[in-house]
């Protein structure tokens, strides 16, 4: 008897269950298609056992409008370097690959199947959703009550696009399908990460940082192309500047603001809370909000523990300026809950281009709290310039739900390098004595 063996990369390993839902997200290059691809013909060997009776199988994509966009050449090439064919009970013809059992796999996209004619699938075990960030809500709520089997099993591979994509909401959501097992995996989770791949990576980090989270590392399709700060991200997440980064206790908590003022139609509020420790900036914090009252801002604040005996504040400069609903400004509102307050003067004309160059040139010394700042570090990754594309010439940062996030971080930076934070430069000269 011939013994095949399977090589699976560690990160799969949860995936080996016996789970009605599998799911693989993560990055290109992670070996995710070739993992099911080999998990399939495994099922399809494994399946016949006493009955004698063969799996069926079908492979999804949303479109399909023909096999080359299918997994079927990529099944067939696995079957080919394993040296498994027609001896095995694998069969390939034009639409379809014949497995042990008279078992079968079909190739299909999901919008050429109808409430009536999914009922084909009724007596299928695997159903395999490759490329499923495409998916619809619409195919996917045919298709799961559809595959009914007992012991049949729903597997998903995506690259992540967005959080509202349904394939996001049902498997990384805040409530999964009961049982659902569900990996990460990019790049380096492959130890078969070919040369040539390395070579693209570092490619499209070198000349497409805008786009290289969504493509190589997982990320969300969060990143604007053009962006101010995508270089500095994807350097970030790529020295792993973006994780786990604990407060100093006996650092004061510095919290820089953008001031957002209060009612319906009023701009975001948005805060970073931060420490200056040695020459890092550790990020640990973010907190934004729509036309809430400074009350609630603080309560924000309290309930996280950043009381006035441990942060202090920093405004831009309309932190002089008195509210129109609260009649007062916010840095006496914030000093009469306590606070000390620093408010950075106007810097005039160019002011926004200032706080960008000053943050491109600070970034390689900042540490995220992942956990705690990912909606900020969302607005900074799609801060960019907006242009004028009939002209081809660049009119400033687009003020939109990004920017009040990027100028609170901005202000920052510019906090950072003002006089009062810089090393004292100290001069020296050597004198020789015998």
């Avoid at 407060?247 to 805060?271: C, E, H, N, Q, Y």
Wanted: a neutral charge; glycine letters at 10%; proline letters at 4%.
């Amino acid at each position: 008897m011939a013994t095949l063996e399977f090589k699976t990369a560690k990160v799969f390993q949860p995936l080996l269950a016996q789970s009605r839902y599998l799911g693989a997200w993560g990055g290109r290059g992670s070996g995710k298609s070739h993992f099911f691809a080999e998990r399939l013909i495994e099922d399809a060997l494994c399946e016949p056992g006493d009955t004698g009776e063969g799996i069926r199988a079908v492979c999804i994509r949303e479109v399909q409008k023909d096999l080359a966009q299918s997994s079927k050449l990529l099944i067939e090439s696995k079957l080919s370097a394993y040296g498994i064919g027609e001896a095995h009970g694998f069969k390939v013809f034009r639409d379809v690959i014949q497995t042990p059992g008279d078992g079968l796999m079909i190739f299909k996209g999901m919008q050429d199947y109808t409430a009536d004619s999914i009922k084909s699938l009724e007596g299928f075990k695997r159903a395999w959703w490759e490329e499923a960030q495409s998916a619809t809500l619409h195919s996917l709520n045919m298709l799961r009550p559809t595959l009914r089997a007992e012991g049949s099993q729903l597997w998903f591979s995506w690259n992540a696009r967005r959080k509202t994509d349904p394939v996001d909401v049902m498997l990384r959501g805040a409530e999964l399908p009961t049982g659902a097992v569900v990996v990460k995996a990019n790049w380096r989770d492959n130890p078969w990460f070919t040369a040539e791949l390395e070579q693209e990576r570092l490619d499209c980090l070198r000349m497409q940082p805008d786009q290289y989270d969504h493509i190589w590392e997982g990320g969300y399709v969060s990143v604007m192309a053009g962006a101010y700060f995508a270089k500095s991200l994807a350097q970030a997440k790529e020295e792993n500047r973006i994780g786990r980064v604990a407060a100093d206790p006996l650092m004061t908590l510095r919290v820089f603001v953008d001031i957002g003022g209060t009612g319906a139609k009023a701009d975001a509020f948005s805060m970073w809370v931060c420490q200056f420790i040695g020459k890092e900036i550790r990020i640990l914090d973010y907190y934004e909000a729509v036309g809430q009252p400074l009350a609630t801002h603080l309560n924000w604040m309290r309930g996280k523990g950043y009381t006035a005996d441990k942060a202090q504040f920093w405004l831009p400069h309309d932190g002089d300026t008195q509210d129109k609903v609260i009649d007062v400004s916010y840095r006496s509102a914030l000093e009469a809950a306590g606070y000390v307050v620093t408010v950075i003067p106007n810097q005039g004309k160019g002011a926004a281009g200032f706080r960008v160059d000053a943050v491109r040139r600070l970034f390689p010394q900042m540490w995220f709290n992942a956990e705690t700042t990912q909606p900020g570090i969302d607005a900074l990754g799609w801060y960019h310039e907006k242009r004028d594309e009939a002209r081809n010439i660049g009119l400033g940062p687009d003020h939109d739900w990004a920017s009040h996030g990027a100028d609170a971080f901005g202000l920052m930076a510019v906090a950072y390098e003002a006089p009062a934070n810089r090393p004292v430069k100290i001069e020296y000269k050597r004198r020789l004595t015998s």
